[in-house]
């Protein structure tokens, strides 16, 4: 089947320090990853996507890696800020499906 | 211009009774989805229209059906409300079937709680 399985949170970053948040995904064939963020009272939105192995999505940022070895897409900033406190989803979108597939989120703070 | 919009904001139920929750793509949008997310979870997918067809369906049961009017607005429909609906209902539009390529605009949500 398909999932995505992203790092628990909450995290609690000091302004500037590097951010990781884990995602690997199970999918048959070949999936597109994305990663969505919801500021607080407000929809989800689109940060950056990869739809083939060893693509790199980059926006406002922020960096992941499409890695097939590993079923991974991991999403990381070199200098986060305040703005940046949001939560974090991981998705897929089977090449084969007609449906995405959330993770359960990660929630990101910014202190300063 | 204005994004995707839903209606109401929040609403409350009880067990058993019926709702409908309401939105209006971006203009130009022809493609509408669905999705539930409850507290602490992602969205999980629900339906998919586009052009006025179902063009996907998640996991849920029949008390779940949507549809999409002429002017490409939606409404999800949900009967026999059970405690387990309580969620935030989150729509999301794009120009054609959401997918790899085809970015889709999530609403704000509708805020449904079931007592």
């Known amino acids: 089947g398909n999932s995505v399985t992203q790092m628990e949170g909450p995290v609690t970053l000091s302004e500037e320090a590097f951010l990781t948040i884990n995602c690997t995904y199970t999918?048959?064939?070949?999936?597109?990853l994305f990663w969505y963020v919801q500021y607080p009272g407000e929809g989800l939105q689109l940060l950056l996507k990869a739809t083939k192995a060893d693509d790199k999505g980059s926006n406002k940022g922020f960096e992941a890696t499409y890695r097939k070895e590993t079923t991974s897409f991991h999403l990381e900033k070199g200098s986060v800020q305040v703005s940046d406190s949001a939560v974090y989803f991981c998705a897929l979108y089977p090449n084969t499906g007609n449906q995405f597939y959330f993770g359960t989120g990660t929630s990101l703070t910014v202190i300063p | 211009d204005a994004g995707v919009t839903q209606s109401p904001t929040h609403l409350i139920k009880t067990r058993g009774q019926h709702v409908t929750l309401r939105c209006s793509p971006i203009s130009g949008h022809k493609s509408v989805s669905w999705y539930q997310q409850v507290l602490g979870q992602g969205p999980q997918f629900i339906f998919q229209?586009?052009?006025?067809?179902?063009?996907g369906r998640g996991n849920f049961p029949d008390r779940f059906s949507a549809r999409q009017f002429p002017n490409y607005s939606s409404e999800l429909n949900v009967n026999a409300l059970l405690l387990g609906d309580s969620a935030l209902y989150l729509c999301?539009?794009?120009?054609?079937?959401?997918?790899?390529?085809?970015?889709?605009?999530f609403g704000p949500g509708t805020r449904l709680l079931v007592l």
């Open positions: 999301a539009s794009s120009l054609a079937l959401a997918g790899s390529q085809e970015t889709q605009y």
């Open positions: 229209y586009y052009e006025k067809e179902e063009r």
């Open positions: 999918a048959t064939g070949y999936p597109s």
